[in-house]
């Protein structure tokens, strides 16, 4: 196991919780859906979650877990598309960039695990399947509300 490259990778997995947590808050301030406010708490407290276990596991390994966010990203941009649909205050269209968001997440984990495996001891490797878990969760919690939305135009 090359520890440098287990705290990059881990690190990456923080920014991906904080680009979350950052545009959820954003989302949950912009919005008057209760509903919407409560999905967008849930899923802060997802990332806050992963987050703290992260920063833990790079510390253990000698490393410095990222704060913030480092370098606009292609999820940051979408964050942009969030605000201006909660303005529009379109349910379609709110579900759909949040669900693609959570898509971002799910796949950037799934990746993570299938690429970098051996990247990790078991313990990491349980640590992040159980985060992947509640981002796969939260996922499917979005996508069945955009769902139910779709359902009804």
Sequence with gaps: ??????????????????????GY??????????????LF????????????????????????????IEEPTKLLRIWNDVKTALKTRDRKVILSTCEYVEDVADTTYKKTLRNHIEDFTL???????????????????VKNMRDR???YN
């Design 41 to 68: 708490s849930q899923l802060i407290k997802t990332s806050q979650i992963c987050k703290v276990d992260l920063n833990n596991e790079v510390q253990q390994l000698g490393g410095t877990p990222i704060i913030g």
């Design 25 to 38: 808050k954003t989302a949950t301030k912009e919005t008057r859906e209760k509903d919407l406010k409560i």
């Design 1 to 22: 196991m090359n520890t440098e490259k287990t705290v990059d990778v881990l690190n990456s997995l923080i920014e991906i919780n904080n680009e979350r947590i950052e």
């Design 123 to 141: 313990e990491q490797k349980m640590m992040l399947k159980a985060q992947y878990d509640l981002i796969k969760a939260d996922y499917d919690k």
């Design 149 to 151: 939305v779709l359902a």
